[in-house]
């Protein structure tokens, strides 16, 4: 048998031509040149923190159904002259709009962009169709398992904190008014604040030209919201949330991260990836590979703008949820009282590196970045700085990671499933709590 060949050498991070402008309304412009093929992305990111989650999911499905000079086939005929694109989605952050076209269609893009910003309709008939979607795919939603333990995580780990609930009701969706669609959109979507990403075969600074001219006439105060910090995670007794019948249970378990920019941040990275964070990582081998009780076991570490986190996340047997929870609490432990080898750890980092070189690699993944760094004060030099960090973290500065933030006792945890069932497996492991009880 050949032996695999060794790990070829890091290549240095190159950057692409970037220009940042903000412009006379108040809107922030960053250009990039990517030149690979003769298309280019467009990404506006707008504030949304605390935005009524009924109106803005209504908002983001409607935004794009008429102005007032253009009805909703208009403008999706307009779009696909210039071989483009646009849609709207939100989060509790922020209000994106993505986009592309051809090269030669940006400037119809941004204009187009303009009309819905400037002067959506929001025509009754189309939200009343698109409520009723809408809160057809949350009754979907809700009959799914992944989205249940994911929506009792984030009330275990926020608490009162607006980050607890991320999805609105059905029947919050369908009281939605058109007028309180445009309400919101009149408070929330306006250009000081927000950022707009173009990336593509462009000159960056005709780029920005072109944003001026149609954008120009994009104005409004609007207000600015504020979102409070995470509270402190706070480890106790796993939180068992009933679903009757269940052949399958859902591990959702959640620990303290730190944000991008603090110094610990590349070494938990690292340190995430030899626990969870990829196929080769030592929970994959463990619960997937060599015990077979779940097919794809993963762990990552969430950013958003109010705090950060490291989650993992699992599908297990019924008949195996306390034996699939022994091996993470193991692994866990094995990794912030026992440092990874230096094999491991360089996998990791190559791994790492690889990532934000692939990430980077198209216009639509450099547009993502772009924007979603933005939202957070950074701007795609961090990629490079990143990048020389992890390059240098040390296995002894991952083993501290693990043992400051990935320690069991640091665990805040749900699992959904047949609590008949697992209950008992499960109290004799770790403490618990039913959903909707104060009390272990």
């Known amino acids: 048998m050949r032996e695999v060949p060794a790990l070829g050498p890091n290549r240095p991070m190159k950057l692409p031509k970037i220009v940042e402008q903000t412009l006379s309304n108040g809107l922030t412009v960053i250009a990039i040149r990517r030149p690979t093929v003769p298309l280019v992305e467009v990404r506006l990111r707008v504030p949304f923190a605390r935005a009524n989650l009924a109106r803005a999911a209504v908002l983001t499905q409607t935004l794009m159904s008429g102005t007032d000079g253009m009805s909703g086939v208009e403008i999706a005929a307009e779009l696909q002259r210039v071989g483009g694109a646009l849609s709207a989605g939100a989060d509790p952050d922020r209000l994106l709009v993505a986009g592309n076209s051809l090269v030669g269609g940006l400037g119809r893009l941004l204009e187009i962009m303009a009309s819905v910003l400037t002067g959506a309709a929001y025509p009754a008939g189309e939200v009343a169709t698109e409520r ?180 993992a996340a699992a599908e297990v047997a019924t008949e195996v949820t306390a034996p699939a929870l022994l091996e993470t609490m193991y692994e866990l432990g094995r990794l912030a009282t026992l440092p990874p080898s230096e094999d491991e750890l360089e996998q990791a980092r190559q791994y790492a590196l690889g990532t934000l070189q692939l990430g980077m690699s198209t216009q639509a993944g450099l547009a993502g970045l772009a924007a979603t760094y933005a939202a957070f004060g950074l701007r795609l030099d961090y990629l490079a700085e990143h990048a020389a960090r992890l390059a240098k973290v040390t296995v002894d500065e991952v083993a501290a990671a693990a043992a400051q933030y990935m320690a069991p006792a640091r665990l805040a945890g749900v699992v959904l499933g047949d609590a008949e069932r697992i209950e008992p497996s499960l109290s004799a492991l770790v403490p618990l709590t039913r959903a909707g009880s104060e009390s272990a």
């Open 132 to 311: 009723g979607r809408l809160a057809d795919r949350i009754r979907m939603a809700l009959s799914q398992p992944a989205h249940l333990a994911r929506e009792a995580l984030y009330k275990r780990m926020y608490g009162r904190h607006p980050y607890a609930v991320q999805t609105p009701t059905p029947e919050q969706v369908l009281a939605v008014t058109p007028g309180a669609v445009r309400k919101l959109h009149a408070e929330r979507i306006h250009p000081a604040g927000a950022t707009l990403v173009i990336a593509g075969d462009i000159t960056p600074q005709k780029a920005i030209d072109t944003a001026e001219r149609a954008l120009a006439s994009w104005v409004g105060d609007g207000k600015d919201v504020e979102l409070p910090k995470v509270p402190p995670l706070e480890p106790g007794p796993l939180t068992l949330v009933d679903r009757p019948g269940a052949v399958q249970s859902s591990l959702r378990l959640a620990l303290p991260a730190v944000p991008r920019t603090h110094p610990d941040h590349a070494a938990l990275q690292l340190a995430n990836l030899v626990f969870g964070g990829y196929f080769s990582s030592r929970w994959v081998e463990n619960i997937r590979e060599d015990k077979g009780y779940t097919y794809g076991p993963h762990s990552t570490i969430e950013h958003a703008v109010a705090g950060s986190s490291l989650v």
